[in-house]
């Protein structure tokens, strides 16, 4: 992950939220404080926080990896499928 400190994420502000957007890498702002701050884009964001509501619901991770690993001649009948 690239840092950049925070005079410097000031200056290319723009061009941050456009190069985290265009290329889904996330870019640490540093400080002198040592308290740091991680800009992502928005889509990024968004599938994080799905991600981890997904994996809070009981038996969904399980339900995923099962659904994942069965075959479609198991979960649809063949002469319902229309390739």
């Known amino acids: 992950m690239a840092a950049i ?3 410097k994420a000031r200056e290319n502000i723009y061009q941050l ?4 957007n265009e290329s889904s890498t996330p870019i640490t702002i540093t400080n002198a404080r040592g308290k ?9 964001w968004s599938a994080i926080q799905e991600t ?20 479609i001649e ?10």
């Not at 939220?17 to 985290?20: A, E, R, Y």
């Not at 740091?36 to 990024?44: S, Y």
């Open 5 to 7: 400190s925070v005079t």
């Open 17 to 20: 939220l456009n190069d985290v």
């Open 36 to 44: 740091n701050g991680v800009l992502i884009g928005e889509d990024d």
């Open 52 to 71: 981890l509501y997904l994996d809070s619901i009981p038996g969904m991770t399980e339900s995923l990896i099962e659904g994942r690993d069965s075959s």
């Open 74 to 83: 198991s979960c649809v009948p063949e002469e319902e499928v229309d390739w």
